[in-house]
């Protein structure tokens, strides 16, 4: 009986009235309690929807309207593909066209168990993909704003996650912006934010391992770039970028590493290299044209850097264990390299308030401190 309420519903569903202009839904189903919901709304050469479901317990909705004010007639504005595999694989799609015929695309494709993946679409000329497999993953992606006056469009963003329990978070409000995640572990966990007003911003993320974190947050204007690279595990790294054209690798291996780096001024460079355990990095970058490294290996060790001004440098390598390191930039056109090695205690802090200045420190043993003031 199951069955045949199943095969009423299904031919219900696919024998509604068509929309005017296009509207086109193919759904093919197979095993039990699989369910599919496609609701094609005011369609003028908009919808397109297919879903194909395998296994028990699938649920597919997708909702879909037109742009409502169409300028070029022979485009189609919104499509979407669903495919899901196992049991108890849940994906949602929603997408609404609001200005001009910029195609929205949604494609997602889940294996495996447990899976969830929301999409929203707004605005116009979004593209996502959601690939999914293992079990427990979550993927959710927000593109564009309703009302937005047509500053919201052209965001694309790729997820892509296999292992087990992983999250992905992908909010884009701004235009032109990308995003890629992929994840391979357990308990990973990657958030991307790129906000209204932002433009041709990009995010990378790539995780490997178990219970890592990525945050990128990006505001502003345009042009800035955040890519992060986690293995090992817990491992935690956070990114926010405003003003326009910064730039920011992380790469984290070990365990229980962080990297905090926050650019609130423009044209900046970070990197952050980590690698053993306990490493802790913080940047706070301001200003213009200003560039920090760092590079940890070991265990233990602290680096903060702090840079305002104008075209100023920074890099802190430290190996061993128990190092700790501060740099302060607020001049122009400073420059400061420190080196620490050995298993113990070393110390050194550099602050350079004016301009045109050079500090190099090295230290090799135990105990060691080194202050710098220019």
């Known amino acids: 009986?199951?069955?045949?309420?199943?095969?009423?519903?299904?031919?219900?569903?696919?024998?509604?009235?068509?929309?005017?202009?296009?509207?086109?839904?193919?759904?093919?189903?197979?095993?039990?309690?699989?369910?599919?919901?496609?609701?094609?709304?005011?369609?003028?050469?908009?919808?397109?929807?297919?879903?194909?479901?395998?296994?028990?317990?699938?649920?597919?909705?997708?909702?879909?309207?037109?742009?409502?004010?169409?300028?070029?007639?022979?485009?189609?504005?919104?499509?979407?593909?669903?495919?899901?595999?196992?049991?108890?694989?849940?994906?949602?799609?929603?997408?609404?066209?609001?200005?001009?015929?910029?195609?929205?695309?949604?494609?997602?494709?889940?294996?495996?168990?447990?899976?969830?993946?929301?999409?929203?679409?707004?605005?116009?000329?979004?593209?996502?993909?959601?690939?999914?497999?293992?079990?427990?993953?979550?993927?959710?992606?927000?593109?564009?704003?309703?009302?937005?006056?047509?500053?919201?469009?052209?965001?694309?963003?790729?997820?892509?996650?296999?292992?087990?329990?992983?999250?992905?978070?992908?909010?884009?409000?701004?235009?032109?912006?990308?995003?890629?995640?992929?994840?391979?572990?357990?308990?990973?966990?990657?958030?991307?934010?790129?906000?209204?007003?932002?433009?041709?911003?990009?995010?990378?993320?790539?995780?490997?391992?178990?219970?890592?974190?990525?945050?990128?947050?990006?505001?502003?204007?345009?042009g800035s770039q955040s890519t992060i690279t986690q293995g090992g595990s817990f491992n935690t790294a956070n990114v926010n970028q405003s003003n326009f054209d910064n730039n920011s690798n992380v790469n984290q291996t070990g365990t229980v590493n962080i990297a905090q780096v926050d650019q609130i001024g423009h044209g900046g460079g970070a990197s952050a290299f980590q690698s053993g355990n306990h490493q802790y990095a913080e940047l706070n970058q301001s200003g213009t044209s200003n560039t920090a490294g760092f590079t940890q290996s070991g265990a233990y060790q602290l680096a903060y850097a702090t840079q305002s001004g104008t075209g100023n440098s920074s890099d802190i390598t430290q190996s061993g264990q128990l190092q700790y390191a501060t740099v302060t930039q607020s001049g122009n056109a400073n420059a400061s390299t420190i080196n620490q090695t050995g298993n113990t205690y070393n110390y050194a802090v550099v602050s350079q308030t004016t301009n045109g200045n050079t500090s190099a420190i090295t230290q090799n043993g135990a105990g060691l401190i080194a202050v710098v003031h220019q």
């Open 1 to 222: 009986m199951r069955k045949l309420l199943l095969t009423v519903s299904l031919a219900a569903l696919m024998t509604s009235p068509a929309f005017a202009d296009n509207s086109k839904s193919t759904i093919t189903q197979k095993d039990l309690n699989n369910t599919a919901q496609v609701l094609q709304t005011g369609a003028k050469l908009g919808g397109t929807s297919e879903i194909t479901q395998s296994g028990s317990i699938q649920n597919a909705v997708v909702t879909q309207s037109d742009d409502g004010g169409r300028v070029n007639s022979k485009l189609t504005a919104n499509a979407s593909v669903i495919t899901q595999s196992g049991s108890a694989n849940l994906a949602t799609v929603d997408q609404i066209a609001e200005t001009i015929d910029r195609v929205n695309s949604s494609k997602i494709t889940q294996s495996g168990s447990l899976q969830k993946a929301t999409l929203v679409q707004r605005d116009d000329g979004q593209v996502s993909t959601i690939e999914q497999g293992g079990t427990k993953q979550v993927a959710t992606v927000t593109q564009g704003r309703a009302q937005s006056n047509d500053t919201s469009w052209y965001n694309g963003s790729a997820v892509k996650q296999y292992g087990a329990a992983n999250t992905a978070t992908v909010t884009q409000l701004g235009y032109r912006n990308d995003s890629a995640i992929d994840q391979n572990g357990t308990n990973l966990s990657a958030t991307v934010t790129q906000a209204e007003g932002m433009h041709n911003a990009s995010s990378f993320i790539t995780q490997t391992g178990n219970d890592n974190v990525a945050k990128v947050n990006q505001g502003g204007t345009l």
